[in-house]
């Protein structure tokens, strides 16, 4: 029987690109897998686009694969003008991030995602969800695995460890991005489109990596609470770090928001003291922390975006009175040549 084109043309596809991985040319293959899907979206092609963005890391370093060139200048504090620092997206530039970062920590970019995009993006967490439910509970159908296939990195590698670490993810509201390889591709692409995948790459220095348990997809319950941190204190000073906060429905009144210092810290504050977690800073501590600047508790509109590195100070906030969900995706770049230890890598 002859295939027709179209299957053939498919076939082809990860064929190709099976050939180029063999050959070391991992981020060659990720450009043809991600052109291939743009065209057509498939479930093969997205959980190989997964894999080969893992593979990818291990590569020598080269230009267009991580090269880390020079690293960019250190983030000098400035003033906190004790308000948070915005931007308007045709505004968005590195200068632009890195005075946000200076004065206060971090940049709020608002309406930086078209609501058309808000709301696909939205619809794909509660389909991922789901579908983890739907897994975990034996009681999947065919088209979950478009929307949650576990990833299992590399073998071999003993800092590289899942454990039960998604149940926990998933009480909280949340499954890992590179679970969802639909939903991997999805925040790729719309990074490229807003014109944030240029930026992160040169706030960093390098083509950045992600992290599989440090990306999030997460519709959060009306009663959740964290602890003041800094994720500095457990990725390490050292790391070349952004964080990019995608607010994907209204937070900040009825729904869990964001509790800010907003002021640039140039090292870990004292954690463990007024809390029982060894990684968080207690109400104390973080009084005397933010200074004149004080604590904020913006509210955020779907499609804001708030990016911050690992020496912003927050937390997760919310209030009894709330009674709706929050709809969100975080998502952690390191700069490839700092990357710490225990996160689990894929390249951007």
Known sequence: MRLKRRQVQDEDVLVRAGALRAEGRVTDAIDLLTEANRTVARADVEVELVRARHDAFAQ???AGNGDAGSPPPPI????????????????????????????????????????????????????SLAAFDATVEKRAAPDDRTWYRPFEPA????????????KWVRAAGGVWTA???RMLFELV????????????????????AMSVNKCTLRRVPVDSSGEWHQDGAFLGEQVRSLNVWMALSHCGVDAPTMDVVPRRFEHVVPTGTDTPFDWAVGPTQVEAAAGDAGVLRPSF??????LFDHLSL????????MTSERHAIESWFFAPSTYPDGQIPILF
């Open 60 to 62: 020598p370093p080269t």
């Open 76 to 127: 000098v504090a400035g003033a906190s003008t004790g308000a948070l620092p915005r931007v308007d997206p045709a505004d968005l530039d590195l200068q632009a991030l890195r005075d946000g970062l200076a004065s206060g920590g971090c940049l709020l970019v608002p309406g930086l995602i078209p609501p058309e995009r808000v709301a696909s993006l939205v619809a794909g967490i509660d389909r």
């Open 155 to 166: 073998e071999g590698v003993a800092a590289y460890r899942v454990g039960g670490r998604r």
């Open 179 to 181: 679970d969802s390889p």
């Open 189 to 208: 692409e719309t990074l490229h489109a807003v014109g944030l995948a240029p930026l992160i790459e040169a706030f960093l220095g390098e083509r950045p």
């Open 301 to 306: 509109a779907p499609g804001d975006v708030l």
């Open 314 to 321: 927050h937390r997760t906030s919310a209030e009894p009175t």
